[in-house]
């Protein structure tokens, strides 16, 4: 069987490929479709023609524009918190544990991905419970009492949940750093907090920045833990979810935004490199 | 009193000692190399000079200062990295300015001083490159621009020409050291290399099991080796040892000869030529002796014509060489 490698590169890819366009681009374009088609709004069903109303709806509506930057609060808040964290979990795993530990504490950050999604929200769910929920009972001896179902609730459940997404990646940021990298910063007179902020964290940044796209782009999708602990607070994913038996095209042009606004996050994320670090 | 004044210092890694009590003073000004083969512990001391290890005993003084424990930052002593270790995120000139912004030097005068060292290492134009946009050699020169431009009272070289070639290393062996006598600044240079040490240095110490076994000018550690492991180490040992000293000297005990002391002749110690290497400017020769040993001989290719010195493999020749060129190693 003489064939050239590009003919077989091409075979090798060609499955995964065929995937990417049907399954992932074709359902987009499918969004796209949708949003711009009619509804019978007596008994739901989709007429299949050419309309602007869904689009002139979402963005002429006042409260769909509160719920975009209430998605968009929590989103950046989430990978606020994940940065936070991860960073000095990272650098921890990374630098200062030793190498033999290293694959044990990639184990411990990856075990909570090994738990299921819900388990997880419903055990944050009891935890929140106000009055009698163990945030409750730890803050009450100090006089506060626990924030109950709502956004603060949704933003500390997305963090935990999204946290290991931003940690892997830092990681192996700072694991690639040369140690001679860092020893010449201390050679030229940098104390170890100059070294981090000068040298450390510029290099990672790409990676953090990668880290982010995961916390950033899965917060903003997110609808089941909003709905199990998030109360009355909504988000994008909400909307679309109770709409999209109802209108389906309005479900699919609100469903677009985080859409959109993840292309726009992609674009302006591209020049620091950090598309080659995912 | 010696810049730098080294007192039994020792470190180990786990069970290995990497250094086993070395002494050594090195003078201002001064270019001294440490040669030995890796794990010999010449980086580890210059490592503990530079403070990224820290000695398990012994001391370490700086212009009459005790700095055995002093992290890196508080030393007045400069590094030049074997893989350079340049920042990838800053340009040339940013990389060169960062030691004078970390101490707050003002922006004028950083800028001055980073152009000037620029151009002591004949990169001038280079300044907004990247380190990823630079040659090896170039990136050397930042690298070496970076540690100079902060006029350290040592500067500290780890195999810094190791990953060059050979054109370009000489090259910059000699650029190091035209360097080196215009700044003035006293010079640790770590290699395994014997020629780069004996072409730059102004004093060795060859390194051997985490000791010092010989400290000396190049002429005398390549003329009078102390003990067999330097004479093997800096160019070829040549030992006759046993009984085809005795033999062959009339003298007990181990010595060597260098191979270009030694001539091919009619008369002599009796032999018979088994391989010949082509050198260029010279030929290379593995006798081996009637007495039981081998000696490689080293002939300039000046007088006979050398196209055809592949014929004399296998050959029966007789060697001599003067009395004085005979040297007792232990």
Known sequence: MQRSPKARAASLISLPLAWLLIIYIGSLFALFITSIWKIDTFTSKVIREFTLQNFIDVFSDRAYFNVTIRT??????????????????????????????????????????????????????TMFYPETGFLNWLISPLGGSSPGFGMIAVIIGLSYLWLPYMVLPIYAGMEKLPNSVLDASADLGAKPGRTFFGVVLPIT????????????????????????????????????YQNFSLNLPFAAAVALIPVIIMIIYLGSVRKTGALDNL | ??????????????????????D??????????????????????????????????????????????????????????????????????????YGMRVK?????????????????????????????????????????????????????????????????????????????????????????????????????????????????????????PRNEFVAGFVGVSNLISGAAAEKLLGKKGTFTVRPEKIRIEGKGAAGVIREVEYLGPATRFLVEL????????????????????????????????????EYQVS
Not at chain 2, 13 to 21: I, Q, R, Y
Request: hydrophobic share 45%.
């Open chain 2, 104 to 224: 707050k030097v003002p922006k004028e005068e950083r800028r001055e001083k980073a152009l000037k060292a620029l151009e002591q290492v004949r990169l001038s134009g280079y300044e907004n490159r990247k380190p990823s946009q630079l040659s090896g050699g170039q990136r050397q020169r930042v690298a070496l621009a970076r540690a100079l431009v902060n006029r350290p009272s040592v500067l500290l070289l780890d195999e810094p020409l190791g990953a060059l070639d050979l054109k370009l290393r000489q090259q910059m062996q000699i650029e190091l050291k035209e360097l080196q006598r215009e700044v003035g600044i006293t010079f640790i240079f770590v290699t395994h290399d014997q020629e780069e040490a004996l072409t730059m240095s102004d004093r060795i110490a060859v390194f051997d099991k985490g000791r010092i076994q010989q400290l000396d000018k190049p002429a005398a550690i390549y003329e009078k």
């Open chain 2, 290 to 325: 009637d007495a039981g040993v081998r000696l490689v001989v080293l002939q300039q290719n000046s007088e006979q014509s050398a196209v055809d010195v592949e014929s004399l493999r296998g050959r029966k020749i007789a060697l001599s060489w003067d009395k004085e060129s």
């Open chain 1, 72 to 125: 968009l609060v929590v989103a950046i808040s989430v990978t606020l918190i994940c940065v936070l964290i991860a960073i000095p979990m990272a650098f921890f795993m990374a630098r200062i544990a030793k190498p033999k530990s290293r694959p044990v504490l990639i184990a411990l950050v990856l075990t909570p991905l090994w738990a299921s999604y819900l388990v997880k929200i419903y055990a944050w769910r």
């Open chain 2, 24 to 97: 050594l003073d090195i003078n201002s000004g001064e270019f001294i190399t440490l040669l030995g083969p890796s794990g010999s512990g010449k980086t580890t001391v210059l490592r503990m000079i530079a403070g990224f290890e820290d000695p398990d005993s012994g001391t370490i003084k700086l212009s009459g200062q005790d700095i055995t424990h002093l992290p890196p930052y508080d030393r007045d002593v400069n590094t030049v990295f074997q893989d350079y270790a340049l920042f990838p995120h800053m340009d040339v000139l940013a990389n060169i300015e």
């Open chain 1, 205 to 240: 940044w790409p990676a953090i920045i990668a880290g982010s796209i995961f916390t950033f782009s899965l917060s903003m999708g997110d609808y089941i833990t909003v709905q199990i602990l998030g109360g009355t607070f909504q988000m994008l994913g909400n909307v679309v």
């Open chain 2, 1 to 22: 009193m010696a810049l730098i004044e080294i007192r039994n210092l020792a470190k180990a890694f786990g069970t290995v000692k990497a250094v086993d009590g070395v």
